[in-house]
C-alpha cells in the first residue's frame, strides 16, 4: 500500500513519534510511506520528503520519539479549503498513486481530511494532533502533554518572582476554543485562579477573591488565562482588575508559540505511537474517513464527520477543583 502521511495546522509535540510509528508500522506490512512536507500546502504543490515519490524508510525516523517540531513542516493552507484547491489535491494524489492518506493534525486539517474524503476515492485516517485538546473522538490529543509540562515549568518560575516581589501574574496560555491547557497548568503549579471560555470572568467577583487572599496573607498570586476566554486574554483582564481596585500589583506573561515547542514528553510519546500504529493497522482493515483516538482506553474509531462537527469543551470541574484549594 502506498500511503502518503503529513502534518498540518499547528504543530504540536509528538508529530514525529508518530511519523516514526506509521512508517515502522507501516515497512511490517510492506506499504511505501511517503512523507509530505508543509501539509496540505505542500501537496498541492507535490512537496516530498526526500524528493519525489521516495518513501520514508524505517532508520530515516531513527531519534524521532524525542525530537519537538515536525520532522515534515506543518502549514496551514486557505488554498487547500477551496474546491480548486480540493481538486488539485485529488490530481497530485492520483497521479502519485497514494492509495491512502493519513493526516496529523487539530480540527483544520480533520475538516479537510474530511471534506478531502468526499472527493478523493482512496482511503483517509486523520490523528488528532494539536496542544489544544479541543478534539472530539479522544481524551487527549497529541501535544497536550507536552505543553502542560512547557506551562507548568513556566509557572513555577513565575512563582519565584511573584513571590520574591510580593505580586500577581496573569499568565495567558494557547488554547483558542477550549481551556484544558489553562485548567491542567493552573492546578498542577498550584495557581489560585483561572479563566476560560468555558467559565464566565467576572471582574467584581475576581476582585473580591483577591481581597481575601490579601486579608489571609497571600502574598503572591498566579491566574492562568485562556487565550479563548471570552473576556479576551490577559492584557484586558489586568487592565479591568486594575481600573476595579486590585489590591496586587500585577504583570501579564504571554506564553504564546514556546508552548507547541520542546521534547514531547513521554505521555505523548506513548500516545503517538499508539495512534500511529492503529492508523495503519485500520487501513489495512479497509477503514477510511475516520479519526484514530483514545477514549477511557481503548483505541476508537470516530467518524471524520462527528470529530469536526464541533469542540470538545474544556473540564470545568477542573476550575471547581483549584477553587477548593486555593485559600
Ligand atoms: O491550534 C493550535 C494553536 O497552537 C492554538 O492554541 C493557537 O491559538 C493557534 O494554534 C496559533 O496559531 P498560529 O501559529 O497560526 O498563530
Known sequence: MKI?????????????????????????????????????????????????????NVRDVSGLTNRGGAFLNCSRSKRFSTDEGRVRAVEVLEKYRFDALLTIGGNGTLSGAR???????????????????????????????????????????????????DMMFLVEVMGRYCGDLATHIALASGCELVETRETPTVISDIVAKLNRFKSLGKRSIIMVVAEGDEFGGAVPIMEELRANGSPYEMRTVILGHV??????????????????CYAVDALHQGETGKMAGEIAGQLTLTPLEEVVVGRRDGAVELTKLIERVSV
Request: proline share 4%; charged share 20%; with cysteine.
Open 4 to 56: 502518503g502521511v503529513l502534518c498540518s495546522g499547528g504543530d504540536a509535540p509528538g508529530m514525529n513519534p508518530c511519523l516514526r510509528a506509521i512508517v515502522r508500522a507501516g515497512e511490517k506490512y510492506g506499504d511505501q510511506v511517503v512523507g509530505i512536507r508543509h501539509g496540505y500546502e505542500g501537496l498541492l504543490n507535490e512537496e516530498f520528503w526526500g524528493g519525489e515519490d521516495r518513501a520514508i
Open 115 to 165: 471534506d478531502l474524503a468526499t472527493v478523493w476515492k482512496g482511503q483517509i485516517i486523520g490523528l488528532p494532533g494539536t496542544i489544544d485538546n479541543d478534539l472530539l473522538g479522544t481524551d487527549m490529543t497529541i501535544g497536550f502533554q507536552t505543553a502542560i509540562q512547557t506551562g507548568v515549568e513556566a509557572v513555577d518560575k513565575l512563582r519565584d518572582t511573584a513571590g520574591s516581589h
Open 259 to 276: 508552548q507547541r515547542g520542546g521534547t514531547p514528553a513521554p505521555g505523548d510519546r506513548i500516545l503517538a505511537t499508539k495512534l500511529g
